[in-house]
């Protein structure tokens, strides 16, 4: 999934040319988790395909997880006025900020989740 994620990021940012780029709006305490939590999925997504034991004890993300990411992507765009090269880049850092700050992506999971499952998907 992270692999998908990746290079659909690496893909977005590379025709989106050199423009400037757009300032980042301040999101809505929602749109902060669904953004956190879309990244979060993706994470764990790619360590379960990788066969990681800590990431395959969360329940399978694959399927769910990728249709949450994309959602939420949609939906930041929509709320946000964002293009997709701009959502991409949130996106990205935020995966990048979960990857490598100690437990943050262990802390990030439980409530990412319980929003899942009250998501219907």
Do not use: K
Request: with cysteine; hydrophobic share 50%.
């Amino acid at each position: 999934m992270t692999a998908l994620l990746s290079a659909t990021l690496l893909l977005a940012l590379q025709s989106a040319g050199a423009p400037a780029p757009t300032p980042t709006p301040a999101l809505s305490l929602e749109q902060q988790s669904g953004l956190r939590c879309a990244a979060a999925f993706a994470l764990v997504a790619q360590a379960q395909a990788a066969g990681d034991t800590e990431a395959l004890e969360y329940p399978a993300l694959g399927e769910r997880g990728r249709e949450f990411f994309v959602r939420t992507a949609a939906r930041l765009i929509d709320e946000t006025g964002l293009d997709r090269v701009g959502v991409a880049r949130m996106l990205s850092a935020e995966a990048a900020r979960l990857a490598q700050e100690e437990g943050a992506l262990d802390r990030a999971m439980p409530p990412c989740l319980m929003l899942l499952e009250a998501s219907g998907l």
